[in-house]
Nanobody, 122 residues
Framework: QVQLVESGGGLVQSGGSLRLSCAASGSFASINSMGWYRQAPGKERELVASITSDLRTNYADSVKGRFTISKVNGRNSVLLQMNSLKPEDTAVYYC????????????????WGQGTQVTVSS
């Protein structure tokens, strides 16, 4: 099993910054990627940013140039630095660990955090 612990959400004014962190713990051999998704009321969950084990990143068009995802050296942890926040960034943000193998030969699985609320006021 993998546990994802998220932190860093909150309330911020438009134009402000927040940093989200997510740490994976538990028993596993490898994680292929970690990332952040978000879900606003009445909308589907969408990818915000992800980073692979070899540090390839992917961003939603709506956050490019404003958000930066990074891995914490030597740890199964990621940070999402969010700058120039807009009211439309308001959502519950979920950490995701993708392609997790409990053992080297295990079938990969995905895991989700419990979610953290980000609210941007205008």
């Amino acid at each position: 099993q993998v546990q994802l612990v998220e932190s860093g959400g909150g309330l911020v004014q438009s134009g402000g910054s927040l940093r989200l962190s997510c740490a994976a713990s538990g028993s596993f051999a490898s994680i292929n990627s970690m990332g952040w998704y978000r879900q606003a009321p009445g909308k589907e969950r969408e990818l915000v940013a992800s980073i692979t084990s070899d540090l390839r990143t992917n961003y939603a068009d709506s956050v490019k140039g404003r958000f930066t995802i990074s891995k914490v050296n030597g740890r199964n942890s990621v940070l999402l630095q969010m700058n120039s926040l807009k009211p439309e960034d308001t959502a519950v943000y979920y950490c995701n660990a993708g392609g997790v193998r409990r053992f080297v030969t295990s079938w990969p699985s995905d895991y989700w955090g419990q979610g953290t609320q980000v609210t941007v006021s205008s």
